[in-house]
Nanobody
Framework: QVQLVESGGGLVQAGGSLRLSCAASGLTYSSYAMAWFRQAPGKEREFVAAINWSSTRTYYADSVKGRFTISRDNAKSTVALQMNSLNTEDTAVYYC???????????????????WGQGTQVTVSS
């Protein structure tokens, strides 16, 4: 049974930082690409960042480029999202997701990903 469990969400002031973590189990973790998505109230789930299995490729949404960093540790089966310079528009539930591979045309599409965590709330106050 595949499980992805996020942690690290919380309330932070604008300009602050948070680090999200996702622990995976029940899958051959090093074979999967990992990603973070987020969903704000009343909005569709949107792509935030992705990383390939070997950490040699990372991808970011334009809205977070330069502020967020995705990384993974295959030995620990974890993926992290370091979020700096947060603003109120970053407020959302953040989800980690796993996919067997990434292609340019679909890596930002949530339907590409087979497994999902339950999400962790990030709230940025002004």
């Amino acid at each position: 049974q595949v499980q992805l469990v996020e942690s690290g969400g919380g309330l932070v002031q604008a300009g602050g930082s948070l680090r999200l973590s996702c622990a995976a189990s029940g899958l051959t973790y090093s074979s999967y690409a990992m990603a973070w998505f987020r969903q704000a109230p009343g909005k569709e789930r949107e792509f935030v960042a992705a990383i390939n299995w070997s950490s040699t490729r990372t991808y970011y949404a334009d809205s977070v480029k330069g502020r967020f960093t995705i990384s993974r540790d295959n030995a620990k089966s974890t993926v992290a999202l370091q979020m700096n310079s947060l603003n109120t528009e970053d407020t959302a539930v953040y989800y980690c997701a796993a996919a067997p591979f990434l292609v340019a045309a679909t890596r930002t599409n949530f339907r590409t990903y087979d497994y999902w965590g339950q999400g962790t709330q990030v709230t940025v106050s002004s």
